[in-house]
């Protein structure tokens, strides 16, 4: 490289001696700073039996792991309930049935799920999920970018309805 254009890239980059924990990054011509994550920081994730955590919940709403990107919810609808017609304009959303009957209303079109089955709704899609069975449905569902604040429990759709709360940046870890 010649030495002028190698002196614009550092005046373009600035003092990497300003950012320690980072290193120069060339993206076509231009320099950016790529992060790297401190060598003390270890995260441990989440690995759990889903399905034993899910069956056992009896919370409507349960939040068991929130990750900068992505969270875990565990969700328990009785006979007849139902999660409330919603849109969430920021996150994705992936449900698991573990257990029961029920239907998913997506844009006005309803699909009957059971055990077994996997939704993904994407960003602004109004949805609901219904339980059309007898039993609790029974199911897990991922928000990414999380939603609600890290170590949320709702004990009823009640409890949800009067709650304030979101995500606002705490992780499990």
Not at 5 to 11: E, I, M, V, Y
Not at 53 to 74: E, W
Not at 134 to 153: C, D, E, F, I, Q
Request: charge should be negative; aromatic fraction near 6%.
């Amino acid at each position: 490289m010649r030495a002028d254009a190698a002196q614009n890239l550092r005046t373009q980059a600035g003092s990497l001696a300003e950012y320690p924990n980072t290193d120069l990054l060339i993206v076509g011509h231009t320099p950016a700073r790529l992060v790297r994550q401190q060598e003390d920081v270890v995260k441990r994730g989440f690995v759990e039996n889903i399905e034993d955590l899910t069956v056992n919940n009896n919370d409507f709403r349960r939040v068991i792991y929130t990750a900068h990107h992505m969270q875990l919810v565990l969700m328990s609808l009785g006979a007849g309930e139902d999660i409330g017609e919603e849109v969430h304009d920021e996150s994705d959303q992936f449900f698991r049935i573990e257990t029961g009957t029920g239907e998913v209303w997506m844009n006005g079109v309803a699909t009957a799920i059971k055990d077994g089955c996997a939704i993904v709704i994407p960003a602004g899609v109004r949805h609901n999920i219904k339980n059309t069975g007898r039993t609790s449905l029974k199911v897990y569902t991922l928000y990414a970018p999380p939603h609600h604040a890290n170590g949320t429990v709702h004990a009823t759709r009640a409890d949800a309805e009067a709650a304030d709360e979101h995500f606002a940046g705490k992780t499990s870890e």
